[in-house]
């Protein structure tokens, strides 16, 4: 953790196995400290990160479970369409109401000015309408979609379910790097 070099293995007295910095090692024992921390240790901490993560895993795949079948999924969907409904009846009567702007100026009943403000004004609600409409629409379609179930990381985590020993297959999918501190923590990416 402190130098960011990797740990060797070393094995000491008796066959023990241990792992120490390759730096204070190799290097100089002033350029980093010992960090030694014992095979058994070192592999259960990770077991257990990793059956942590892996049970992480199941309970987020329920949740999602439980949100793509939920029935405010269902309400809020029915809310969308009404409002998608609506905004598309008021795009509709404004569309109505420019097209006869024209009408009405060449009657004489408004003036050149008028229906200059009120097509713009009328053009003006319609880019408003059309962007809430295109906005209500990307809504009803992510909530169709529901919550991705199928997450690279969850995918993998998932995999090795009910895992009670470590082997480098595991390892080299699921973990990234774990740091060893020199009073004897771990973290586990």
């Known amino acids: 953790a402190d130098c960011g070099r990797a740990i060797t293995r070393c094995v000491g007295k ?4 241990y792992y120490s910095c390759s730096t204070y090692k190799n290097r100089s024992r002033t350029a980093c400290t010992m960090h030694s921390i014992k095979h058994e240790r070192l592999e259960a901490a990770v077991l257990f990160a990793v059956q ?25 969907s029915y809310r969308l369409d009404d409002l998608i409904a609506a905004k598309e009846r008021e795009l509709t009567k404004i569309t109505r109401y420019k097209q006869s702007l024209y009408q009405d100026w060449k009657d004489g009943e408004i003036t050149q000015q008028e229906y200059r403000d009120m097509k713009a004004d009328y053009e003006r609600q319609t880019s ?10 990307a809504e009803r379609a992510e909530l169709a979609n529901g919550v991705d179930n199928e997450h690279p990381a969850l995918v993998a985590f998932m995999k090795y379910q009910n895992i009670e020993a470590l082997n480098r297959e595991i390892l080299v999918e699921l973990v990234d790097y774990i740091k060893v501190y020199e009073n004897g923590n771990i973290s586990v990416k």
């Open 14 to 17: 008796n066959n023990n196995v």
């Open 128 to 137: 408003d309408i059309s962007a809430v409409l295109t906005r209500l629409n």
């Open 52 to 76: 942590h993560q892996v049970h992480l895993a199941v309970s987020y795949s329920e949740i999602v479970t439980q949100i793509n079948s939920a029935p405010i999924k269902k309400s809020q």
